[in-house]
């Protein structure tokens, strides 16, 4: 990430129209666009696995499909690098003026999201000529779409869940 103004922007959509809907669709757009950052498959092209793409068809192949989800898993099961992905994928082939928003517990988490998200766009020749990487943000400016990670506190959502 470079600091100062950013350069503009590549306003071309992303050479990517296939065929599949849904689950499918998403992983046909990792394996073409998202280079895995760190862990197994470094610096590779993105597979999903079984397990994600069932986690990413229970909201993307859902009818009606919601419009808030949330999954719960243990640790090290690769949930921050899958939510950067659909991040990214919701960023670039969701609707006009997307505002991704990833609400994490605490700021490191919130961080981690943001910083694969980024690594992401960066090695990714397609995504990074058309994202604008800040230290907070990604930003698509030609379609006024925004990725943007959020602390937020159980007791601030709910009263009732305080004891």
């Known amino acids: 990430m ?8 590549d306003g071309s959509p992303l050479p990517f129209r296939p065929r599949s809907v849904g689950a499918a669709r998403f992983s046909k757009f990792c394996e073409s666009f998202i280079v895995t950052p760190r862990g197994t498959g470094a610096l590779q092209p993105m597979k999903m696995r079984p397990r994600q793409l069932d986690l990413v068809g229970s909201v993307l192949d859902a009818n009606p499909r919601p ?4 999954w719960m898993m243990p640790r090290g099961r690769g949930q921050s690098t899958l939510v950067a992905a659909l991040g990214l994928y919701d960023l670039m082939l969701g609707e006009e003026g997307a505002s991704v928003v990833v609400a994490e517990v605490d700021e490191r988490q919130a961080g981690i999201v943001v910083r694969t998200a980024a690594r992401m766009v960066e090695l990714s020749e397609d995504l990074s000529s058309r994202v604008q990487v800040y230290k907070d943000r990604l930003a ?18 709910s009263p009732y869940l305080r004891k």
């Open 140 to 157: 698509v400016p030609e379609r006024g779409a925004s990725f943007v990670c959020l602390r937020y506190s159980l007791y601030a959502i």
């Open 2 to 9: 470079r600091a100062g103004p950013k350069a503009g922007v």
């Open 67 to 70: 419009r808030t989800a949330g």
